[in-house]
DNA sequence: GTTTATGCAAATTCTTTGCAATACT
DNA sequence: AGTATTGCAAAGAATTTGCATAAAC
């Protein structure tokens, strides 16, 4: 089972308010999340530059990962961390009514053939357009 | 031909030095530029903020594109116009050790399935890894 | 009791805006 | 000549750093 609790003692990470609801709200909300939403949801309960250093310490924990955006805008999602080896590698898609970043975990990433020389570490595929809440 | 006089002549842009320098710096190096490569390799020839409204320009004439990088930072790329239809779905490689972008234009993108009411607009696919200059 | 996280202030960096001077057509 | 672009100053975001206080283990 995963709450937010057992996920910061699997990291061996010091339990804090700001850090259990931070992953509460990853947990709750299935999107990708940028700082400012955060900031949004929590309503001011914790200073700005102490979600910057938890999410840092997230990434640095490979808690959380960097979900690539349009835009330039910094977001984050939850690793999952069932399988033994651990990958980012998911699609991500990105709706362009509401804004909501999604992982579609479900979604295999494709092989793709590199031209010659070039040597593939990970990938990230972000798909735009209308997500299922808008449609 | 594609000379960076011809291209700001096919999108009715007048000729400026910044904007003749700031499309050879892409025709030269092959790879996706930040501001702030541009600004280094252009050695404060022009201001910073020309060179934003450049960038800017020039992303709403469709000469260069958003490239998606995985550390956040906003980078751009010529587009390629030789077919009719413009679109920006190249694969693009990251190099984890020269940091590079390269667009990798002969790469199909693949098709995705997406579940159920979710509908594509575009896609970006970003592969990270080591080029064929650093391997 | 020791170590780590937090909050506040302030410094940096990144990006945008206003306006007068300059360059382009 | 008329319009668009540039440079400078300055405003506004986004992000980072230092340090003393407070909380976690």
């Given at each position: 089972?995963?709450?937010?609790?057992?996920?910061?003692?699997?990291?061996?990470?010091?339990?804090?308010?700001?850090?259990?609801?931070?992953?509460?709200?990853?947990?709750?909300?299935?999107?990708?999340?940028?700082?400012?939403?955060?900031?949004?949801?929590?309503?001011?309960?914790?200073?700005?530059?102490?979600i910057y250093r938890t999410l840092k310490t997230f990434l640095d924990e490979d808690l959380i990962h960097k979900v690539l955006d349009d835009r330039g805008a910094t977001k984050y999602a939850l690793c999952t961390h069932e399988a033994a080896e651990h990958n980012h590698e998911h699609v991500h898609f990105k709706c362009e009514k509401c804004g909501e970043t999604t992982c579609l975990e479900s979604i295999a990433l494709p092989k793709i053939p590199l031209p010659k020389g070039f040597k593939k570490h990970e990938m990230s595929l972000l798909v735009q357009g209308t997500c299922n809440k808008c449609n």
């Open positions: 089972m995963n709450t937010a609790l057992s996920i910061l003692k699997q990291h061996k990470l010091r339990v804090t308010d700001c850090r259990l609801e931070i992953i509460n709200e990853f947990l709750g909300k299935q999107v990708a999340l940028a700082h400012s939403d955060l900031e949004e949801s929590l309503n001011s309960q914790f200073d700005r530059v102490t």
